[in-house]
């Protein structure tokens, strides 16, 4: 198969495995309930998590993680072939995998093109990444790190995953081993990420806000 036949193949079957909406399937086939109607509306893990319990809060994101893994796993077994002679042209096979799968989580058909947040399904993306691209496991492991450290310190999910994603960025602009097809990768994942979780973040900050005010009376 030609180059760009291949890039094809990737982008549509990345896609296609980001928009499976887990979220959706796992609380319509076991609670028999459309979560769009509940809690915030969103089918990612946060809202099955707060409408249905944790267990299935963690479910939903390890499904949505695996898919984004997949995803990349799928883009290596179609790349291999230029892996050692064309190293970039494999990675950006990798990059765009996983651009996709995010891209069909957060817009997906399957549901009108709305969907996710994204967030879980880069975390699978990434891992994934790491997985066939070494230079990246420096990184990773210092987001991971920082999740685990804010996590048990914060007691927030959302925002020890933010907290490593920020870290992750950070360090991809000036860790030298990274190119400069990774960093736009990046950049775009994370711009995507920013915008889908704005009202999260005004979310939190009125929470902080209210307990200051609290705690200053």
């Not at 249905?52 to 179609?78: N, P, Q």
């Not at 002679?85 to 891209?103: D, H, K, N, R, T």
Request: with cysteine.
């Amino acid at each position: 198969m030609m180059l760009w036949p291949k890039f094809f193949v990737i982008v549509c079957a990345s896609y296609v495995l980001g928009s499976i909406p887990y979220g959706f399937i796992i609380a319509k086939l076991f609670k028999k309930i459309d979560i769009r109607t509940v809690g915030s509306g969103n089918v990612g893990a946060k809202n099955l998590a707060r409408v249905l319990g944790r267990r299935w809060g963690i479910i939903t994101f390890l499904m949505d993680a695996l898919k984004g893994s997949v995803a990349v796993i799928t883009a290596h077994l179609i790349m291999r072939e230029y892996k050692y002679f064309q190293p970039s042209i494999y990675e950006m096979g990798l990059i765009v995998a996983g651009l996709f799968s995010v891209i069909g989580h957060n817009w997906t058909i399957l549901l009108g093109f709305k969907g996710g947040k994204g967030l879980s399904t880069s975390i699978g993306v990434l891992l994934a990444l790491s997985l066939f691209l070494p230079y990246l496991r420096v990184i990773s492991f210092a987001g991971i790190g920082t999740f685990v450290i804010a996590f048990l310190v914060l007691k927030n999910h959302f925002i020890s995953a933010s907290l490593a994603i920020v870290i992750y960025f950070l360090l991809c602009f000036i860790y030298p081993l990274i190119n400069i097809q990774y960093k736009i990768f990046i950049f775009l994942l994370s711009f995507i990420l920013l915008v889908r979780h704005t009202d999260n973040f005004k979310d939190i900050s009125k929470k902080y806000r209210a307990q200051a005010l609290k705690n200053a009376e």
